[in-house]
């Protein structure tokens, strides 16, 4: 977020001092300034290029080489904002804002922080050698390769590295997901989902920007501002493809329904929803109907339960970490399920969905699930929990 500029009121002198890195004094432009106002120009006329499909015009401004790797993307903005262009020799490097929206898609664009080389011509013209993610962002999927684009009723797949069959494989099991989220959630939510499939697990954490051993075996994760403002962009599933490739038909279709679940509760989930809920409820939706009992579809708890170590709580925030410890992270997922479960199997699922929007809507997470607990399940948060953990008990122990 740009820092908010001081308002100086002490006369003419004052005025001129706040402005002089700008323009100076003079009225005439600084060198700095005039550069940031031609390269400004240039990455306009490239991203002109880049929405109207225009090659030509888009060599006119530099490289082409990214151009084939985003074309596939339906693009509706694409846009530049220079923030500083850092003079060397003939040459430049500079920091600016990328902002963009898929059509059909992104509520508002998504803005990532690029840097850029650029080079100067005989003539003085200004053209780009370079285009990457800066140093503490991620990567975008066309920073990785040529980009292969498939629609579908309730999806769009882009992958890097697949085969177009592979990738409508994927958009298969969105389009059997999103209407079994909606069945259950309500349709109050776009019901669409932006899958990301990149050719490996290296690059699965590039768009991350994240070290590829956070995501080890981790299937898919959901990337999205939390908030509920409705103005934050579109969220993105994005696959390991390592992972995915050994799971089952169902475990396949569990994580795809899992993750869309989050996509269809991203407005209603907070910074006052516990992972316990979030999670829980995604999983206990992706498992509807697949016919997976509780000693199935969390064994690592039911293994704990039987050994006679029940949790003495509901999984904490940090029991979601990627950590060295896997059968932690497990217990966790599998704790928040069985408790979205208990949920939806005794006081019933309409009642399971308005507790998640009502914990949601609290402003802060201090006393969220425990007004929630007492206004839509009418219990305590100690009832509710010793109530969990006997239904942990007789689901698991025997």
Known sequence: MAGRRRVWRSGAVGLCLLLLPLTGCGGGQSPTATAVNEVQQVLDRRSAAVLGHDETAYGRTGTRSSYADLRAVPLAEWRYRVTAVHRDGAGATVDAQLRYRIRGYDKAPVTTDRTL???????????????????????????????TAVRSAHSLVLGVGQSEEALRGYARLADTAVPAVSAVWGTDWTRRVVLLVPKSLNGMAGLLGAPASDYQGIAAVTTGEAGGSGATPADRVILNPEAYAVLGQVGRQVVLTHETTHVATRAHTTPATPLWLSEGYADWIGYLHTGRTPTEAAPELARAVQGGEVPAGLPEDKDFGF???PTKLAQAYEGGWLACRMIAAHWGEERL??????VGAHKE??????????????????DFTERWREYLTDQLGG
């Open 353 to 358: 969905g308005a507790f998640y929007r009502a």
């Open 117 to 147: 080389a650029l080079d100067r011509t005989a003539d003085g013209q200004w053209y780009v050698t370079y285009d990457k993610p800066a140093k503490k962002a991620g990567q975008q999927l066309w920073d990785e390769g040529e980009v």
């Open 365 to 382: 997470r201090a006393g969220a699930v425990e007004d929630a607990l007492r206004k839509e399940l009418g219990t305590t948060l100690a």
């Open 323 to 325: 950590t060295d410890d």
